[in-house]
């Protein structure tokens, strides 16, 4: 019988040629990349040009690009840096009352540090309305954070979602109806 893997959520099976660079990486670079010594400068070189391979894939520079060892370490990042560099008195975020706990809990942990967080209900089949969305986007928003797929089977319309956040952006700065010139 042949296996049929479909948890890629979880974790994915890693390319051929991917393995290849990690197993020279783990015998030649295998010092910790902070440090300045001799065995540092390898890993150091090795993250520095997977930052600018990254980057150049993204279309941003290197310096925009900060690796985390996972997804609940990157959604504290995000969100805790969008709180902590907001100009505004009160951030709002808004997300659904089905998010992962990954985001969950730094939202939690920034209510309590004086952010305003709106949940979005969801309907039996995980979708959120995106007029709850429209009517959820404050001048105060500084981030939408919304789940798309994912173990529970979710599955939202990004470009809808986006596309409402953008119009609202736009409508807040009078910029044109474009999002790269809201920049």
Known sequence: MRRIYLDHNASTPIAPEVAAVMSETMDVAYGNPSSGHWAGSPARERVETARAQVATLLGCTPGEIVFTSGGSEANNFALKGMFYRSRRSRPHFITTAVEHPATTAPLRFLARQGAAVTWLPVDGT??????????????????????????????????????????????????????????
Request: overall charge negative.
């Open 126 to 183: 995980g979708r959120m309305d995106p007029d709850d969305l429209r009517r959820a986007i404050t001048p105060d928003t500084v981030l939408i954070s919304v789940m798309r797929g994912g173990p529970r089977g979710l599955d939202r319309d990004r470009s809808l979602l986006s596309g409402i956040f953008w119009r609202r952006v736009l409508e807040r700065e009078g910029a044109e109806d474009d999002p790269e010139k809201a920049t």
